[in-house]
């Protein structure tokens, strides 16, 4: 059975610092996919990784995929309050799992 | 609009009734998700849909549940005899194809509360 595992669960931080949340697994994806979730919405797709290694930019965020495309990471900086949300990542072949989610609140 | 519909938005209850949610993709997508988010949770695989099939139904909570699609199109899922536990968010989730690699889109779920 696939599972994704997120960390942290929870992060609270001041605007302007820098974080990075992860997403860990023992098996090994084909792709992996990362949304923003906010509250009373549903998820929207920010990026997907399909090449190991693979590191993507969208503004302040930055994506990486593991080499052995077991794992992968997010990364932003100078976080601000427009980036509060819940970060879920998801992947899968057909069947989508989606990963327990990092509650993300950047504090004005 | 041209994005996933879901409705209703809300459903509120009594234990041991019926509910139906219903989920409209968007137009031409094949592929059809239902999860289930319960309060500051994750996404609960549920079920999906590749056209009208389902090949799988393993996220199923119980035989309680149990979703169909018809036309390529709108999914309705059912839950009978509802429970306490059953209450949560449904979210439904539409993609071009199948496949880890394709975007889903979500509608804003229809949130059920079983009093």
């Known amino acids: 059975t696939q599972l994704l595992e997120q960390s942290p669960q929870f992060l609270s931080i001041q605007e302007g610092e820098n974080l990075t949340v992860y997403c860990n697994s023992s098996s090994v994806f084909s792709s992996l996919q990362w949304y923003r979730q906010e509250p009373g919405e549903g998820p929207v797709l920010l990026v997907t990784?399909?090449?190991?290694?693979e590191v993507k930019k969208l503004k302040r965020l930055t994506f990486q995929f593991g080499d052995a495309r077991k794992d992968s990471s997010l990364h932003i900086t100078a976080a601000q309050p427009g980036d509060t949300g819940l970060y879920l990542c998801?992947?899968?072949?057909?069947?989508?799992?989606f990963g327990k989610g990092t509650r993300l609140h950047i504090l004005p | 609009g041209a994005g996933v519909s879901q409705s209703p938005s809300n459903k509120v209850t009594e234990k041991g009734k019926d509910v139906e949610l219903r989920c409209d993709p968007i137009s031409g997508h094949t592929a059809l998700y239902w999860y289930r988010q319960s309060l500051g949770q994750g996404l609960e695989f549920l079920i999906y849909?590749?056209?009208?099939?389902?090949?799988?139904k393993s996220g199923l909570p119980s035989d309680r549940f149990s979703a169909e699609r018809t036309g390529g199109s709108v999914s309705t899922l059912t839950i009978q005899r509802t429970q306490q536990e059953d209450s949560a968010v449904y979210l439904c989730?539409?993609?071009?194809?199948?496949?880890?690699?394709?975007?889903?889109?979500f509608g804003d779920g229809t949130r059920l509360s079983i009093l």
């Open positions: 998801a992947g899968g072949d057909d069947k989508i799992i």
């Open positions: 990784v399909v090449t190991g290694g």
């Open positions: 849909f590749q056209g009208n099939s389902a090949p799988d």
């Open positions: 989730a539409s993609s071009l194809e199948s496949g880890g690699d394709q975007p889903q889109h």
